[in-house]
């Protein structure tokens, strides 16, 4: 019990992680109805940024300005690269995310160079003893972060005009050009804050590692949950997150037992595992919306 315990502890502080990224893979595919294959990129420029920002101005400080400087990239990738591309094929639109997403991670991992960077999280891995399960810090803060935002956000949504707007446009744009609304707003608004969050989420995917090029691979685990939670369910990115993290430390805790004969641990792919399942099953997700075509 002590060692589910413990898994179920990990899976969450994971889930957190890819619970941020998801919402920001959502927060685009809502409003623009295309997967941007950016995210990785965002969150491994944001991890890099905090990382040099740290020593000088402090953790949380270097989190927040972070947060704000890849929102501001993800703005200004959204204005010269996606904004002239609307009305064409979303295929094409896709097509650019990778791209840009090869551009920036190209980027960001020249600045981690051959010494090892910290993100300067004050956490590392130290952990909780609690009825004899350790619950590493970083998870807790990871938990409560995302908690906090997933608030924020929805609050946003709910109840700012900006918001307001951007959920009128995710369930018709045509009628909420009528309206007034501006939909090049809500496509900037809704990339913006998809790179802040990538931004949060690789702070946290860094924390308690050495950072190395390789941390970008976290977020490809975030399409697995937005497929189990639902591509338009802002909530279902949250509980997808949790599960798929949750459905990975387990596997990979008990992999020996499970699977004594197989000598690589499956927890890694147990995600894409997971996604299989549901797009056999279920391919609108738990909570996603199912679409039904006339013929």
């Known amino acids: 019990m002590t060692q589910f315990l413990g898994a179920v502890a990990g899976g969450v502080g994971l889930g957190s992680v890819y619970a941020l990224l998801a919402l920001g893979f959502v927060i685009i595919y809502k409003s623009m109805r295309v997967i941007s294959f950016a995210q990785p990129a965002f969150m491994l420029a944001g991890a890099v940024l905090v990382s040099y920002l740290s020593p000088s101005i402090g953790f949380v400080p270097a989190v927040v300005v972070g947060a704000i400087a890849i929102a501001g990239v993800a703005l200004v990738v959204e204005r010269v690269a996606i904004r002239p591309m609307v009305g064409k094929a979303v295929f094409v639109i896709a097509i650019i995310t990778i791209g840009i997403d090869i551009v920036v991670r190209v980027v960001a991992g020249a600045f981690i160079g051959r010494d090892p960077r910290q993100v300067g999280d004050p956490w590392g891995i130290d952990a909780w003893e609690i009825g004899g399960v350790y ?60 790179g802040g969050l990538a931004a949060v989420a690789g702070v946290f995917a860094a924390s308690g590692r050495t950072m190395d090029q390789n941390l970008w691979h976290i977020a490809l ?72 075509e006339r013929v």
């Open 135 to 194: 619950i590493a810090h970083r998870h807790i803060a990871a938990f409560l972060v995302t908690t906090v935002l997933v608030l924020a956000l929805f609050a946003f949504f709910r109840w700012t005009p900006i918001g307001l707007a951007m959920r009128a446009s995710a369930l018709d744009q045509e009628a909420a050009m009528a309206q007034g609304v501006s939909v090049g707003a809500v496509f900037a608004v809704s990339w913006a804050l998809a």
């Open 221 to 292: 685990a975030a399409l697995p949950v937005i497929i189990l939670g639902g591509l338009d369910s802002l909530g279902g990115a949250v509980i997808g997150g949790l599960l798929i993290g949750v459905a990975q430390q387990v596997v990979a805790s008990y992999h020996r037992q499970w699977f004594p004969g197989l000598d690589t641990n499956i927890g890694s792919i147990t995600p894409y595992l997971v996604m299989l399942v549901v797009l056999l099953v279920r391919p609108y997700g738990l909570f996603g919306t199912r679409e039904v």
